[in-house]
């Protein structure tokens, strides 16, 4: 009973590093979206996919990016990290968009510092 | 520009007693809301939720009120108990892009025994 999965929980970078976080679910959902959280701010939407092969940006998508080539996995990748992307990311599924029935299910964060 | 506010950080009720958490937004457009609740170290889980067509929305302990004129919702927990003890986020979806969904900043809620 695993639901959304991701990974790493923690992860320190040097700026200009890059990396991919892991997002899996076991559901057999067709939204997944990627959000983060700072401090005085509510969950903010980067990109969310409404199934495979089909990507779209949200409310803050720079420096970002996801692809999704599987109904199970959205990896979400920093391609240069920068200081501004210290932040807690958090990855969610829902069975299909966002209607009024499918609730989101929210992984357990990744917590990400940029030196 | 933040849509939805939640204009309480923190907020400390007794055991026993009711927590009112509130939420306003400022898009007309938005026309389901929910309240999410989430603990240390995990992610968010769904609470409860209503549809812009209803004013209120039960579900055992917890009601949602919906007053669209004000642009207002709040949530309350009746009793309060220390293991309602989170963080709990209002969300709001936008009737015409409906994979979008806003959050507030959250409240902490701490019920003391």
């Known amino acids: 009973n695993a639901g959304v999965t991701q990974t790493p929980k923690f992860q320190v970078l040097k700026t200009g590093q890059s990396m991919t976080l892991q997002c899996a679910q076991d559901?057999?959902?067709?939204?997944m979206s990627w959000y983060r959280q700072d401090p005085g701010m509510g969950l903010r939407l980067i990109h969310y996919?409404?199934?495979?092969?089909?990507?779209d940006q949200g409310e803050v998508p720079n420096g970002y990016n996801v692809s999704r080539s599987t109904t199970e996995d959205f990896p979400l990748r920093l391609l240069s990290a920068a200081p501004s992307q210290t932040s807690v990311y958090f990855c969610?599924?829902?069975?299909?968009?966002?209607?009024?029935?499918?609730?989101?299910?929210f992984g357990a964060g990744t917590r990400l510092s940029v030196l | 520009d933040q849509q939805v506010k939640q204009n309480s950080p923190s907020l400390s009720v007794q055991e026993g007693r009711i927590s009112i958490l509130n939420c306003d937004y400022t898009n007309s457009m938005f026309d389901y809301f929910l309240w999410y609740k989430k603990y240390p170290a995990e992610g968010p889980t769904f609470l409860i939720s209503?549809?812009?067509?209803?004013d209120k929305n039960e579900d055992g302990r917890f009601t949602v009120f919906l007053n669209k004129s004000a642009k207002h919702l709040s949530l309350h927990i009746v009793p309060s108990q220390p293991g309602d003890s989170a963080v709990y986020f209002c969300?709001?979806?936008?009737?015409?892009?409906?994979?979008?969904?806003?959050f507030g900043a959250g409240t902490r809620l701490t019920v003391k025994p």
């Open positions: 969300a709001a979806r936008d009737l015409y892009n409906n994979n979008d969904m806003r």
């Open positions: 969610a599924s829902s069975r299909t968009g966002l209607t009024a029935k499918n609730i989101q299910y």
């Open positions: 996919s409404v199934g495979a092969g089909i990507t």
């Open positions: 209503i549809s812009s067509i209803k």
């Open positions: 559901m057999n959902h067709e939204y």
